[in-house]
T-cell receptor
Framework: AQSVTQLDSQVPVFEEAPVELRCNYSSSVSVYLFWYVQYPNQGLQLLLKYLSGSTLVKSINGFEAEFNKSQTSFHLRKPSVHISDTAEYFCAVSDPFGAQKLVFGQGTRLTINP | DTAVSQTPKYLVTQMGNDKSIKCEQNLGHDTMYWYKQDSKKFLKIMFSYNNKELIINETVPNRFSPKSPDKAHLNLHINSLELGDSAVYFC?????????????FGQGTRLTVV
């Protein structure tokens, strides 16, 4: 079985400060990894994903995440956040060759203060 | 054009009633899902259908019955609603041929049982 742990339920930061949202996973098989973002009262949008290849993946809005197999982590980072980044962030894992489902972490609420 | 659309967006109903939530995707995907997000924002898969065939049923009470009339639609019918069914229900779809690369989510249906 797969599981995901997001170590921080809430992360408050000031605007233009760097941020890291932590994600660790557990799986007995290879994994695909995802970060989804949920803005208030909206659905989930894919932020970035790791399938294979380069362990550092980037989004178009400045976020990046690095797959670390030895530490079973997929932490999300941004060097300088904006007010518009305020949202709930979900880390998720799936089995590339098994049942097609996403297993989500508990979510991290990122709050940007001016 | 909305890729994955759900109706209604909000649903308030009394205990014991039967209700349905509809989902449609225009992405040409052959796999569709229902996820439940509880009051603590935790997301968990309920069902998955591939080409109208049920492939995942995550021990959901049998009061919940998904129905897929064709591969572009996956509706969720709930009988004898209970207070604990209050949650946000998300429909999603993905392309099976791409092996779990990305799921697209609808905007969610906020169900409140009173």
């Amino acid at each position: 079985a797969q599981s995901v742990t997001q170590l921080d339920s809430q992360v408050p930061v000031f605007e233009e400060a760097p941020v890291e949202l932590r994600c660790n996973y557990s799986s007995s098989v290879s994994v695909y990894l995802f970060w989804y973002v949920q803005y208030p009262n909206q659905g989930l949008q894919l932020l970035l994903k790791y399938l294979s290849g380069s362990t550092l993946v980037k989004s178009i809005n400045g976020f990046e995440a690095e797959f670390n197999k030895s530490q079973t982590s997929f932490h999300l980072r941004k060097p300088s956040v904006h007010i518009s980044d305020t949202a709930e962030y979900f880390c998720a894992v799936s089995d590339p060759f098994g049942a097609q489902k996403l297993v989500f972490g508990q979510g991290t609420r990122l709050t940007i203060n001016p | 054009d909305t890729a994955v659309s759900q109706t209604p967006k909000y649903l308030v109903t009394q205990m014991g009633n039967d209700k349905s939530i509809k989902c449609e995707q225009n992405l040409g995907h052959d796999t569709m899902y229902w996820y439940k997000q509880d009051s603590k924002k935790f997301l968990k898969i309920m069902f998955s259908y591939n080409n109208k065939e049920l492939i995942i049923n995550e021990t959901v009470p049998n009061r919940f019955s998904p129905k897929s009339p064709d591969k572009a639609h996956l509706n969720l019918h709930i009988n004898s609603l209970e207070l604990g069914d209050s949650a946000v229900y998300f429909c999603a779809s993905s392309a099976r041929g791409e092996m779990n690369t990305e799921a697209f989510f609808g905007q969610g249906t906020r169900l409140t049982v009173v």
